[in-house]
């Protein structure tokens, strides 16, 4: 069997451009979708990361800023930015880039960005809503893999999906959206044992460990979907997943790769959220 390659950059592609059919209604309707992203210190992969989301926001028509604070900010100031942000009714989005330096406590902050405008989909209030599968906005990485699910009409119901990574932004709530459309889930993290046999068990595979080539033909059945969420620079500058996917290429009946992956979903789906905060559909 070779894997169908679910590309990510193609489907990315094809929702922006309804995205920005529906920008342009709510421009029309003088409604201005608009994101505020608030970067703090000069790490180049976050500042890359930001400059990628304000593009992709221009695309489809989203107004957006930076604002950028010097990463001896205190909490305080960072709170007082966002509380600015809060009031102000031209902002739908906020969204605050992770990492923060070790002297904010990141909790506080997303905990203080208010939940109708918490795009990222991490603030406590949203997290429990989407476990009661409530309508919110989901987190953009498991919500673009679940988009991804669903561009190809992969049924998830009755599936046993083994999720390898448990961080809060990625394994653990890609698992609750996958239970939430009745697959069987398994997480593993770096306290597993065995962790081949889970992995062979598995039926849809989704991979957020931060390594390279952690997972190759030898961990997966055939037949099995795998999911690389795994960013990962190479000495060449290149990027790679946390999977080998020559190798589980000859194996899966879909795959995706890196780049051109999970990656572009991610930003994809903060415009959906963004646009979904605009239409003041979550209260
Ligand atoms: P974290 O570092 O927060 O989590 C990594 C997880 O992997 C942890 O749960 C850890 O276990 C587990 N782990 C580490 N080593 C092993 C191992 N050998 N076997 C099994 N499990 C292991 O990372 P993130 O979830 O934030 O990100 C994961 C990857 O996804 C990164 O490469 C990141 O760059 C990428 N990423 C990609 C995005 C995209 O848009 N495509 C978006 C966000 C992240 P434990 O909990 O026990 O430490």
């Not at 922006?16 to 209604?25: F, L, T």
């Not at 890196?258 to 239409?279: C, D, E, S, Y």
Request: glycine residues 8%; neutral net charge; contains cysteine.
């Amino acid at each position: 069997m070779v894997a169908e390659v679910i590309n990510g950059k193609d489907l990315s592609m094809e929702l922006k451009s309804e995205m920005k059919k529906e920008v342009h209604d709510l421009r029309n309707k003088n409604v201005v979708p608009h994101l505020t992203v608030v970067l703090v210190g000069n790490n180049p992969a976050s500042e890359s990361y930001v400059n990628g989301k304000k593009r992709a926001s221009e695309e489809v028509g989203i107004s957006s800023e930076i604002i950028k604070l010097e990463d001896t900010v205190t909490e305080k100031e960072l709170l007082k930015v966002i509380d600015r942000l809060n009031r102000n009714d031209k902002v739908h989005g906020i969204l605050v880039q992770l990492p923060l330096p070790n002297h904010i406590h990141v909790q506080h902050i997303i905990e203080f960005i208010d939940p109708k405008k918490d795009v990222d989909g991490f603030h406590p209030y949203n997290i429990g809503k989407m476990m009661t599968g409530q309508d919110t906005f989901l987190p953009c990485t498991p919500y673009g893999i679940l988009t991804m699910l669903r561009s190809k009409n992969i049924t998830i119901e009755g599936k046993h999906a083994v999720i390898i990574g448990r961080s809060n932004i990625v394994g653990k709530p890609v698992g609750q959206l996958l239970l939430n459309e009745n697959a069987t889930v398994t997480y593993c993290h770096s306290k597993t044992k065995n962790l081949k046999e889970i992995t062979r068990l598995a039926d849809i595979l989704v991979v957020a460990v931060g390594k390279p080539n952690v997972i190759d033909k030898h961990y997966v059945k055939d037949g099995v979907i795998v999911i690389d969420v795994g960013i990962n620079r190479l000495d060449d500058g290149s990027l790679t997943g946390d999977v080998d996917f020559d190798s589980c290429l000859e194996k899966a009946s879909y795959i995706t790769p890196v780049p051109r992956g999970v990656g572009p979903m991610t930003i994809t789906m903060l415009l959906h959220n963004t646009i979904k905060a605009a239409k003041g559909m979550v209260q």
